[in-house]
T-cell receptor, first 112, second 115 residues
Framework: GDSVTQMEGPVTLSEEAFLTINCTYTATGYPSLFWYVQYPGEGLQLLLKATKADDKGSNKGFEATYRKETTSFHLEKGSVQVSDSAVYFCALSQGGSEKLVFGKGMKLTVNP | DVKVTQSSRYLVKRTGEKVFLECVQDMDHENMFWYRQDPGLGLRLIYFSYDVKMKEKGDIPEGYSVSREKKERFSLILESASTNQTSMYLC??????????????FGDGTRLSIL
């Protein structure tokens, strides 16, 4: 079945550091890809998405590009802030049901 | 903005009790979902519903049931709570319509402890 593999961490960075969170997927067909973020004590929020190959999703300084040839959707940010401390989940959906398959999540802590 | 509201943030119940977790969405979404979130396991789908009175099993339905009598409300039921059901439970809704590329919108979660 479909699956998502992502870096699990936890990861600690200093403010203004560069962030990459790797995400690869296994799926038949052409899934839509998502990054969700979960801030402490909250539910998940959509961070960005891409629905076809070579699409780039971006939001709040984060970017990820849908790479079909490497089945990847790595999340990047050039300069992290303390407020980016959260858990990040990579996910895919396929078909019409909107069912999401999640990676295990990666906890990021950014120190001042 | 879509709002998904879960009735309780924290809940403590005893083994063997029947437990109800309630979720309401205000955007007329077709699809609703229940997940549990556990450290090191990420989010796992328990049940989902794509229409009123319709439900489908997710990856871990054992020990759970659901009810969707109205479009905006999706309830998760633990028939006889056990300690291994202690977890964070997240409800989500989605637009539906067969697109498959729309995001889900999540509630803030219910942290359930079974003693």
């Amino acid at each position: 079945g479909d699956s998502v593999t992502q870096m699990e961490g936890p990861v600690t960075l200093s403010e203004e550091a560069f962030l990459t969170i790797n995400c690869t997927y296994t799926a038949t067909g052409y899934p839509s890809l998502f990054w969700y973020v979960q801030y402490p004590g909250e539910g998940l929020q959509l961070l960005l998405k891409a629905t076809k190959a070579d699409d780039k999703g971006s939001n709040k300084g984060f970017e990820a590009t849908y790479r079909k040839e490497t089945t990847s959707f790595h999340l990047e940010k050039g300069s992290v802030q303390v407020s980016d401390s959260a858990v990040y989940f990579c996910a895919l959906s396929q078909g019409g049901s909107e069912k999401l398959v999640f990676g295990k999540g990666m906890k990021l802590t950014v120190n001042p | 903005d879509v709002k998904v509201t879960q009735s309780s943030r924290y809940l403590v119940k005893r083994t063997g009790e029947k437990v109800f977790l309630e979720c309401v969405q205000d955007m007329d979404h077709e699809n609703m979902f229940w997940y549990r979130q556990d450290p090191g396991l990420g989010l796992r789908l328990i049940y989902f519903s794509y229409d009123v009175k319709m439900k489908e099993k997710g990856d871990i339905p054992e020990g759970y049931s659901v009810s969707r009598e109205k479009k905006e409300r999706f309830s998760l039921i633990l028939e006889s709570a056990s300690t291994n059901q202690t977890s964070m439970y997240l409800c989500a809704s989605g637009l539906g319509g067969g697109q498959g590329n729309q995001p889900q919108h999540f509630g803030d979660g219910t942290r359930l402890s079974i003693l």
